[in-house]
């Protein structure tokens, strides 16, 4: 196959449409619409930012206030420290997150980086791999026992970035009201891929990476809120006040900015796509487990195009070979690109981009690798 595919799971969401890149082109300087400024990038309308993020976008996601970030971390990092500010330090709440047990470690991190405690769910065993979404009830009374206040905040991965499962959203939304804490969906594998609401979700607030899942350069996320959580994060600075103080007075700014403005369009129809996708990817699963002895690490049936086998295989060939990167090699010769270098144990690859005829291509050139080095008799 002469086509290069791409199955990084990191890229495959975030891969800009070749009509938009031609735009790019020509704002190639990074700052061009700061000209136009008003003093805050969304309220710029030449071009219309200011529409994009206070109409398209919170109508995309069901929201009612939408703002720009470099990434989802650090929106989750802002959505955590303005909380914080606003709930733990008058002692309305105990300086306290509970997290899915597979939640990304820039979660963790960020709360880490305020002074917030983590406290995560347990994960069942391979390969399933999934939380008990009634583990949260359990987490809240040990906050409750050490601090007499329930925590701040659920921070859920939705899905998450490890095996991407889907936690049960209607469970957690039940279990939230009943602990009264703020309620974060982590929504950088979703968000631009598939359908999403926030109102449906009955979460306070999401965050989302416009890099890893919405067809743009980066670094670039966003922040969709309630009406409440909405007016805590914008608050103003009293020394400048047209500035929003937790977003340091700008946030997603240059060319990402435009980008996700250009690209927008693309994202309201390819979403549309979604259900194709999941049924390529549970294709492959299928094959890759009955043909090739791969062990899918996460739900069944698949409800995500990022997939995590168990390839003991690989592993065992790159131990009698005693070489690491065959597989990185082989693969890359092939023209699929993407794969970590040195990982054998494991198989993390994306099928977002790929056709059924690309899929079955992927995994002839797998079967091909497997029989290539396989135990000589």
Same mark, same amino acid.
């Given at each position: #196959? /002469? $086509?290069?595919? !791409? @199955?990084?799971?990191?890229?495959?969401?975030?891969?800009?449409?070749?009509? @938009?890149? +031609?735009?790019?082109?020509?704002s190639?300087s990074?700052?061009?619409?700061?000209?136009?400024?008003?003093?805050?990038? %969304?309220?710029?309308?030449?071009p +219309? =930012?200011?529409?994009? !993020?206070?109409?398209?976008?919170?109508?995309?996601?069901?929201?009612?206030?939408?703002?720009?970030? %470099?990434?989802?971390?650090?929106?989750?990092?802002? !959505?955590?420290?303005?909380?914080?500010?606003? *709930?733990?330090?008058? &002692?309305?709440?105990?300086?306290?997150?509970?997290?899915?047990? +597979?939640?990304?470690?820039? #979660?963790?991190?960020?709360?880490?980086?305020?002074?917030?405690?983590p406290?995560?769910?347990s994960?069942s065993?391979?390969?399933?791999?999934?939380?008990n *979404? *009634?583990?949260?009830? &359990?987490?809240?009374?040990?906050?409750?026992?050490?601090?007499?206040?329930?925590p701040?905040?659920?921070l859920i991965?939705?899905p998450?970035? /490890?095996?991407?499962?889907?936690?049960?959203?209607?469970?957690?939304?039940?279990?939230?009201?009943?602990?009264?804490?703020?309620?974060?969906?982590?929504?950088?594998?979703? @968000?631009?891929? #598939?359908?999403?609401?926030?109102?449906?979700?009955?979460?306070?607030?999401?965050?989302?990476?416009?890099?890893?899942?919405m067809?743009?350069?980066?670094?670039?996320?966003?922040?969709?809120?309630?009406?409440?959580?909405?007016?805590?994060?914008?608050?103003?600075s009293?020394y400048?006040?047209?500035?929003? #103080?937790?977003?340091?007075?700008?946030?997603?700014?240059?060319l990402?900015?435009?980008?996700?403005?250009?690209?927008?369009?693309f994202?309201? /129809?390819?979403?549309?796509?979604?259900?194709?996708k999941? $049924?390529i990817? +549970?294709?492959? =699963?299928?094959?890759?487990? $009955?043909?090739?002895?791969?062990?899918?690490?996460?739900?069944?049936?698949?409800? %995500?195009d990022?997939l &995590?086998?168990e390839?003991?295989?690989?592993y065992e =060939?790159?131990?009698?070979?005693?070489?690491?990167?065959?597989?990185?090699?082989?693969?890359?010769?092939?023209?699929?690109?993407?794969?970590?270098?040195?990982?054998?144990?494991?198989?993390?690859?994306?099928?977002?981009?790929?056709?059924?005829e690309?899929?079955?291509?992927v995994l002839?050139?797998?079967q091909?690798?497997?029989?290539?080095?396989?135990?000589?008799?």
């Amino acid at each position: #196959m /002469k $086509k290069k595919l !791409i @199955v990084n799971p990191l890229q495959t969401g975030g891969l800009v449409p070749s009509q @938009v890149k +031609n735009k790019l082109l020509e704002s190639f300087s990074g700052y061009p619409f700061c000209l136009y400024c008003p003093g805050d990038v %969304h309220r710029i309308q030449k071009p +219309n =930012i200011k529409k994009l !993020i206070e109409e398209d976008l919170p109508e995309f996601l069901e929201c009612d206030l939408v703002r720009l970030t %470099h990434g989802a971390r650090e929106g989750a990092f802002l !959505i955590l420290f303005a909380l914080y500010k606003e *709930e733990v330090r008058k &002692n309305n709440f105990a300086p306290a997150v509970l997290l899915d047990g +597979n939640a990304h470690y820039s #979660m963790i991190l960020a709360c880490e980086r305020i002074g917030l405690e983590p406290y995560l769910t347990s994960v069942s065993p391979a390969p399933e791999r999934k939380i008990n *979404e *009634e583990e949260f009830i &359990n987490l809240t009374e040990k906050v409750r026992k050490k601090y007499g206040k329930p925590p701040l905040a659920m921070l859920i991965g939705y899905p998450d970035g /490890k095996y991407t499962n889907f936690p049960d959203l209607k469970k957690i939304a039940k279990i939230r009201e009943e602990i009264g804490c703020y309620f974060i969906l982590n929504c950088a594998y979703s @968000v631009g891929r #598939m359908p999403f609401s926030l109102i449906r979700s009955r979460a306070d607030a999401l965050i989302a990476s416009a890099h890893k899942s919405m067809a743009c350069i980066g670094p670039l996320g966003l922040i969709g809120t309630n009406e409440e959580l909405g007016k805590i994060i914008t608050r103003k600075s009293k020394y400048f006040p047209k500035k929003e #103080m937790e977003f340091l007075g700008c946030s997603g700014r240059g060319l990402p900015t435009l980008c996700l403005y250009y690209v927008f369009p693309f994202l309201k /129809k390819r979403i549309k796509e979604w259900n194709r996708k999941i $049924k390529i990817a +549970n294709y492959f =699963i299928e094959k890759a487990e $009955k043909e090739l002895g791969f062990v899918l690490q996460g739900e069944k049936p698949h409800r %995500h195009d990022v997939l &995590n086998f168990e390839t003991k295989v690989f592993y065992e =060939i790159s131990l009698r070979i005693k070489d690491r990167f065959f597989l990185y090699k082989e693969l890359k010769d092939a023209g699929i690109l993407g794969i970590k270098p040195g990982i054998t144990k494991v198989l993390k690859l994306s099928t977002y981009l790929l056709n059924k005829e690309e899929v079955d291509y992927v995994l002839q050139v797998l079967q091909k690798i497997i029989k290539k080095y396989g135990k000589k008799e």
